[in-house]
């Protein structure tokens, strides 16, 4: 758990950081820096969509996932647990358009967790006690925590819980999940997790208005096509 814990404490970090420089943001800077991370969550998002080699395990999982996410309305107990915690920390807006605590805990939790590092990294961490890989993903988040923490506010910090969650549950299990987590899986999990962050990006730039959290299922549903295609 070395590695997973290393790697939260480090989006903390930077999301503190990030915090300080949201202050001295004017306005229309953070308007701009905003759109400017859109824009590169889109190319991440785009790249990522790269490493699936079946779109109909692409198509089947979202559209499973997307029924699933619905039936469970991920988007509205996030959105509600987001607005729980605004209550708590209330924060002075002034006439700046910030994004809420639940959209900033959505992009990052997003942007963290999809990806063959956090996969990877946290089996390698589990089996054989090889850290290296969440180390190098740490500086990573560490240094995106800070930017996007600066546009998106106190809820990229809160992504640090779901990121213990998801990979510290990868790295205790991972004796037991490894055979159903093969690069092809991995690969495929990757794609349709890359999809779901282009749809982040939409919104981000307001061109959409996705409810991107019941899309979420959906990146877990190729360990079980994988199985049978």
């Keep these: 758990m070395l590695g997973t814990m290393v790697n939260t404490g480090a989006v903390i970090l930077g999301g503190l950081l990030g915090l300080l420089l ?32 079946n779109s109909l395990i692409l198509i089947i999982s979202m559209v499973a996932g997307t029924i699933l996410g619905e039936l469970l309305d991920l988007e509205g107990k996030v959105n509600g647990l987001g607005i729980w915690v605004e209550k708590r920390f209330q924060r002075k807006e002034g006439q700046e358009k910030q994004m809420s605590i639940a959209q900033g805990f959505v992009t990052a939790s997003l942007l963290f967790c999809v990806g063959a590092m956090a996969i990877v990294g946290s089996l390698q961490s589990g089996l054989q006690g090889n850290h290296e890989m969440l180390f190098n993903k740490s500086m990573l988040d560490f240094v995106a925590a800070i930017i996007f923490a600066s546009s998106l506010g106190v809820g990229v910090i809160f992504s640090a819980a779901l990121l213990l969650l998801y990979q510290g549950s990868i790295t205790l299990l991972a004796q037991w999940i490894t055979p159903f987590l093969t690069d092809r899986v991995i690969g495929e999990m990757t794609c349709v997790g890359s999809v779901i962050i282009i749809g982040l990006a939409l919104n981000m730039l307001g061109i959409t208005k996705l409810r991107v959290m019941n899309y979420v299922p959906a990146i877990f549903i190729p360990i079980l096509l994988c199985l049978f295609m």
């Design 22 to 53: 949201k202050k001295g943001l004017p306005e229309k800077m953070a308007d701009t820096l905003m759109k400017g991370l859109g824009l590169c969550t889109l190319f991440l998002g785009i790249s990522g969509s790269l490493k699936g080699e």
